[in-house]
């Protein structure tokens, strides 16, 4: 074994030590753990979170939106063509109109999507009472969100009147365009689509809106993480290419959010680990304090002083890198089981913490990323490093001539 880490070692865990310094030593590794695992455990349930609510998303939304795609008859053979290009793609012209609904007293604004094909049968969602197959089937007929339907207060069978920002000129004068359509179907996404989520088909939507065109063609893919090739793809063929979006840029506030919230937590809880990290030069500093007569000692059997730095460097390591080996396995512990400690405190005391009724998601998901893990193990050995630098120094200046000079005197 290296001298320097044989010295290295005797100062983290020798007994020889003061109860003071070497409670003050437990405490700096106790506090790099705690931060350590608290960082892990909370970046773990917002990648969870954020996981949880874009599959809710993609399950509802296009991936891949196609604009100005021309004729209807056009539309339909890019369709076709992308569904044989694509393995497992669905794709349908489609028609999409901001609106307002109207119930008997209540009235909500909605994004009414209106599809040739029942494309709604690729969208993943869960339907809550009605048969989406039968916007299909009959004519003016709706399908809504569950928010949506509970905000008008209407359910299956019910009317609701929807209205377009467009005026159609009467012998009374100009009136907003408006017809009535029947709630055919109530669906859920788990997710902020349910409060605006409004689909009917194509023909009942083309009447309504008076469109010659389709918007454009709409693709869901069997894997959405693919979309952005699949974009390039098509913007190499258009000669446009705001023509082509992917479901990333049309939430891109969203996700744009949920990465700021990720960056700001993490800033705030790594004030934890600098905190721990810094409280290493305390123990540190008293440790070069309580054993400047061994470091005289061992000057004058001939270690340099670059070595008796390196010796408190590897000290200072030591207890930084036990914090961080057991807030690690702690971290990973709590993440990879938290949905089992919450169900059996929710068991134990009769809570529940994350009511459904009232949270999209009745739980907190995890998901641990290895990448996050290795910053995070990588920041706070760093700031340790840096932390126990100066008492390191400083007991590589201690000089055994006025030592000595201090001891006679």
Same mark, same amino acid.
């Given at each position: 074994?290296?001298?320097?880490?044989?010295?290295?070692?005797?100062?983290?865990?020798?007994?020889?030590?003061?109860? @003071?310094?070497?409670?003050?030593?437990?405490?700096?590794? /106790?506090? !790099? $753990?705690?931060?350590?695992?608290?960082?892990?455990?909370?970046?773990?349930?917002?990648?969870?979170?954020?996981?949880?609510?874009?599959?809710?998303?993609?399950?509802?939304?296009?991936?891949?939106?196609?604009?100005?795609?021309?004729?209807?008859?056009?539309?339909?053979?890019?369709?076709?063509?992308?569904?044989?290009?694509?393995?497992?793609?669905?794709?349908?012209?489609?028609?999409? &109109?901001?609106?307002?609904?109207?119930?008997?007293?209540?009235?909500?604004?909605?994004?009414?999507?209106?599809?040739?094909?029942?494309?709604?049968?690729?969208?993943?969602?869960?339907?809550?009472?009605?048969?989406?197959?039968?916007?299909? /089937?009959?004519?003016?007929?709706?399908?809504?969100?569950?928010?949506?339907?509970?905000?008008?207060?209407?359910?299956?069978?019910?009317?609701?009147?929807?209205?377009?920002?467009?005026?159609?000129?009467?012998?009374?004068?100009?009136?907003?365009?408006?017809?009535?359509?029947?709630?055919?179907?109530?669906?859920?996404?788990?997710?902020?689509?349910?409060? =605006?989520?409004?689909?009917?088909?194509?023909?009942?939507?083309? +009447?309504?809106?008076?469109?010659?065109?389709?918007?454009? *063609?709409?693709?869901?893919?069997?894997?959405?993480?693919?979309?952005?090739?699949?974009?390039?793809?098509?913007?190499?063929?258009?000669?446009?290419?705001?023509?082509?979006?992917?479901?990333?840029?049309?939430?891109?506030?969203? @996700?744009?959010?949920? #990465?700021? %919230? +990720?960056?700001?937590?993490?800033?705030?809880?790594?004030?934890?680990?600098?905190?721990?990290?810094?409280? *290493?030069?305390?123990?540190? =500093?008293?440790?070069?304090?309580? +054993? &400047?007569?061994?470091?005289?000692?061992?000057?004058?059997?001939?270690?340099?002083?670059?070595?008796?730095?390196?010796?408190?460097?590897?000290?200072?390591?030591?207890?930084?890198?036990?914090?961080?080996?057991?807030?690690?396995?702690?971290?990973?512990?709590?993440?990879?089981?938290?949905?089992?400690?919450?169900?059996?405190?929710?068991?134990? @005391?009769?809570?529940?913490?994350?009511?459904? %009724?009232?949270?999209?998601?009745?739980?907190?998901? =995890? +998901?641990? !990323?290895?990448?996050? *893990?290795?910053?995070?193990?990588?920041?706070?050995?760093?700031?340790?490093?840096?932390?126990?630098?100066?008492?390191?120094?400083? $007991?590589? #200046?201690?000089?055994?001539?006025? $030592?000595?000079?201090?001891?006679?005197?």
């Amino acid at each position: 074994m290296p001298v320097e880490l044989d010295i290295a070692r005797r100062l983290s865990f020798s007994k020889a030590q003061r109860s @003071f310094t070497r409670w003050v030593a437990v405490l700096s590794a /106790t506090g !790099m $753990a705690v931060g350590v695992a608290s960082l892990i455990v909370v970046l773990s349930v917002m990648n969870g979170l954020a996981g949880e609510l874009t599959g809710r998303l993609l399950n509802a939304v296009p991936h891949v939106s196609i604009m100005s795609t021309g004729s209807l008859v056009e539309s339909r053979a890019l369709s076709k063509r992308l569904q044989a290009d694509w393995a497992g793609a669905r794709a349908s012209p489609f028609l999409r &109109r901001q609106v307002m609904l109207r119930s008997l007293f209540v009235s909500a604004g909605a994004e009414l999507s209106g599809y040739e094909a029942d494309q709604s049968s690729g969208a993943n969602v869960t339907v809550v009472d009605g048969d989406l197959a039968a916007l299909f /089937t009959e004519r003016y007929g709706v399908a809504l969100g569950d928010s949506l339907a509970q905000q008008l207060g209407v359910g299956v069978g019910d009317p609701v009147d929807v209205v377009l920002p467009e005026l159609s000129v009467t012998p009374l004068g100009a009136v907003p365009r408006y017809r009535r359509l029947k709630v055919l179907a109530v669906v859920s996404v788990g997710a902020s689509p349910d409060s =605006t989520l409004a689909w009917t088909s194509y023909e009942t939507l083309q +009447k309504l809106a008076r469109a010659r065109l389709p918007d454009g *063609v709409q693709i869901r893919l069997a894997d959405p993480n693919t979309a952005g090739i699949v974009a390039a793809s098509l913007i190499a063929q258009f000669s446009e290419p705001s023509q082509v979006t992917t479901w990333a840029d049309t939430h891109q506030s969203l @996700f744009a959010a949920i #990465r700021m %919230e +990720k960056i700001l937590v993490s800033i705030l809880l790594s004030a934890l680990i600098a905190v721990a990290a810094f409280s *290493v030069v305390s123990s540190l =500093t008293m440790s070069v304090s309580e +054993k &400047r007569s061994d470091i005289v000692a061992l000057r004058v059997m001939g270690l340099t002083p670059r070595r008796v730095m390196i010796s408190f460097l590897l000290h200072g390591l030591m207890l930084a890198i036990l914090g961080v080996v057991v807030g690690t396995v702690l971290g990973l512990g709590i993440a990879m089981n938290l949905e089992g400690v919450m169900s059996s405190i929710e068991t134990l @005391f009769g809570w529940s913490l994350f009511d459904p %009724e009232v949270y999209y998601i009745g739980g907190l998901p =995890t +998901k641990i !990323m290895m990448t996050d *893990v290795f910053i995070i193990i990588s920041g706070a050995v760093l700031l340790s490093i840096a932390a126990a630098t100066y008492p390191a120094f400083r $007991a590589s #200046r201690v000089s055994p001539v006025r $030592a000595l000079e201090g001891l006679q005197a």
